[in-house]
């Protein structure tokens, strides 16, 4: 498959993060000139790593750490998980991804006190920021409702 330049043509990483964006990170602007250098970085990394003699496995992992650097904490995600674990009998189903969208700009200062990174949802402090969006949520729910 030859890799073409315009942005409007993206192969299956483009495709992918388009995606894992609308999913995970929705509060953030669709940026089509991100996703199409990201897709050409995956696409690259792949190639490379294929010429170098690695595994198709080998080489398509290493393409996608490339493709979701820095993307996988979600903070959206985080909210969501919030409300479904700790509110699921307050807020029905269908109204969680709205809240979550809803609650994220106000919440942004919580989570601008955490060093927020890819590996964060496996650090200590997680819990901590957990605890800290659970209690603003009840807090929000509380004195506004869903």
Not at 107 to 130: C, M, N, Q, V, W
Request: proline letters at 6%.
């Amino acid at each position: 498959m030859k890799h073409n330049n315009q942005p409007a043509v993206l192969s299956y990483y483009g495709l992918y993060l388009r995606q894992y964006l609308k999913e995970n990170h929705p509060d953030k602007p669709v940026d089509a000139d991100f996703i199409a250098l990201r897709d050409k970085e995956a696409f690259d990394t792949f190639e490379q790593a294929r010429r170098e003699g690695r595994p198709v496995d080998g080489a398509q992992e290493l393409a996608m750490q490339t493709l979701l650097q820095g993307l996988h904490f979600s903070e959206y995600r985080t909210l969501v998980e919030v409300l479904e674990n700790e509110f699921a009998d307050i807020v029905p189903p269908e109204k969680v991804y709205p809240l979550a969208m809803k609650l994220l700009p106000e919440f942004k200062e919580i989570f601008s006190g955490y060093p927020l990174s890819d590996d964060f949802a496996h650090s200590s402090e997680y819990t901590r920021l957990y605890t800290e969006l659970t209690g603003a949520a009840a807090i929000h729910i509380d004195e506004y409702g869903i």
